[in-house]
Structures are given as structure tokens and as C-alpha cells.
């Protein structure tokens, strides 16, 4: 396990014991979690042949700016608000480390990126904020951040992040993913936290706006599983990079 600070963002990275190409696969963490949550996914992805790197997203881990318990209450207490500028900032922080890595552990510009939950939310939305991300696994997460029917009380939002969710929001950015990213939504048929219904409201409406993005997208519902990542997520998740 390899670590570095990259324009202050605190990241880990696992090397491939041999790759004639390097490709990279980002892994991101769920809410509160941190890039060392992830550790045996990185590891999972450098057997695959990726260099499998994650970081801590902003406000968690090494970059927290308060305990793990009043980051907890603070965003559940107030989804929207507090939520919403995680997810953007995060997501607009994507290209840095992809920069960082292009430059510095020569992989390929066409990058494979997803996450548990926060994390998937951010992979999807960072497809749109940069296009050398090319395949996503998104698990148990949404395109849709007003998040509909879930089961959390969603707060309201502030005019900063009012502000985020209007600049990065992907269900009503459908145009910024025209250039067909691969993604796969791996969601949780009995998920009341994060309704699986976000995604396929996404998909239906992409193919519907750019039917030639149809094959690139991909819904796995799995029955009898709420709101966990489970192995089988997972598994598909590597499968889907692999396709690349």
C-alpha cells in the first residue's frame, strides 16, 4: 500500500505485481467512511490487473473537521445542506487525482471509478465533471440527490448548497454524460435508504435522450437486500471494469 497527499487530499493506492498497461480503478467509501475502509477492494482491483487507488473524501477521514459521531448527526441532520456540497466538491476533486496519477503512475487516461453509497453517488456525478472517466460501478447509490422516498428526513438546503446540487446534480445534467460514460448501477431492490428507483428514473431517461448511451448502461437489482454493499456488488463491480 502506497500513499501520497495529492493538492491536499490525503490518497492510497495498490499496485498491480505486473500490467504491460496500466489502468486505474478508484474505489471510494460510503458516508463516514474513509479511504482505508476500501483497503481489501484496492487490493481486489490490483489482482485484476488495476492500479486500484482511493481517497478520502472531503470532510471524512484525514480530512474530517470534526468527530465521527458529529459528522454523523451533522448530515443526518440535514441532508440536503450538508450532503449535497460533499458529493459536489468531492466529485469536482476527481480530475486532480486523475492528473496526479496520469502524471505520476503512468495509467492510461481512461479511468474506471466507483463507490459504496456516497461513494457511488460521487462516481457518477464526477463522469460528467471529467470525461477520461469512462466506467462506472455505482453501488447502492443514486443519480438523483433530492433522493424521492427515502426513508431519511432530507432537511433543506442552504444557497451553497442549493448552489451544489443545481451544478452537479446528475439527473438534471443529463446532458453532461452525452458522451455515454458505462455505467452500472448495482442497487438493493428492498433499499428504502437510497430507492433504486433513482437509477432507473436515470436510465430511462438517458435512453430516452441519447438512445446510442443505451448499451452502456446497466441495472442489477438484488432481491431481499436493503440499504448493505454485499459480495455479490462487488463481483459485479470488478466484472465491469474488466469490460474495458
Not at 50 to 62: N, T
Not at 119 to 128: H, L, R, T, V
Amino acid at each position: 500500500m502506497k500513499s501520497a497527499v495529492i493538492s491536499g487530499i490525503p490518497t492510497i493506492w495498490v499496485e498491480p505485481e505486473s500490467a504491460d498497461v496500466k489502468k486505474l480503478a478508484i474505489w471510494l467509501p460510503g458516508f463516514s467512511g474513509t479511504k482505508e475502509a476500501v483497503q481489501n477492494n484496492l487490493h481486489d482491483l490490483a489482482k485484476a490487473g488495476f492500479v486500484g487507488l482511493s481517497f478520502d473524501p472531503y470532510q471524512h477521514g484525514e480530512r474530517g473537521i470534526e468527530s465521527l459521531d458529529a459528522l454523523r448527526e451533522r448530515v443526518r441532520g440535514n441532508i440536503r445542506r450538508h450532503f449535497w456540497p460533499i458529493l459536489a466538491r468531492t466529485a469536482e476533486e476527481v480530475p486532480l487525482i486523475i492528473d496526479w496519477a496520469v502524471a505520476n503512475l503512468g495509467v492510461q487516461p481512461e479511468i474506471n471509478l466507483g463507490g459504496i453509497s456516497m461513494g457511488g453517488d460521487i462516481s457518477i456525478a464526477a463522469a460528467a465533471v471529467d470525461h477520461r472517466v469512462r466506467r462506472v460501478a455505482a453501488a447502492v447509490a443514486t443519480p438523483d440527490w433530492m433522493r424521492p422516498g427515502s426513508f431519511e428526513p432530507p432537511g433543506q438546503p442552504d444557497e451553497a448548497a442549493q448552489a451544489c446540487y443545481d451544478r452537479r446534480n446528475p439527473l438534471t445534467h443529463l446532458a453532461d454524460y452525452r458522451h455515454c460514460p458505462a455505467i452500472s448501477f448495482q442497487c438493493g431492490a428492498d433499499d428504502r435508504q437510497v430507492p433504486p428507483d433513482g437509477a432507473q428514473r436515470f436510465v430511462a431517461a438517458m435512453e430516452a435522450a441519447y438512445p446510442e448511451c443505451a448499451e452502456n448502461l446497466d441495472i442489477c437489482l438484488h432481491e431481499g437486500v436493503a440499504h448493505a454493499f454485499t459480495p455479490a456488488m462487488w463481483q459485479n463491480a470488478l466484472e465491469w471494469f474488466l469490460r474495458g
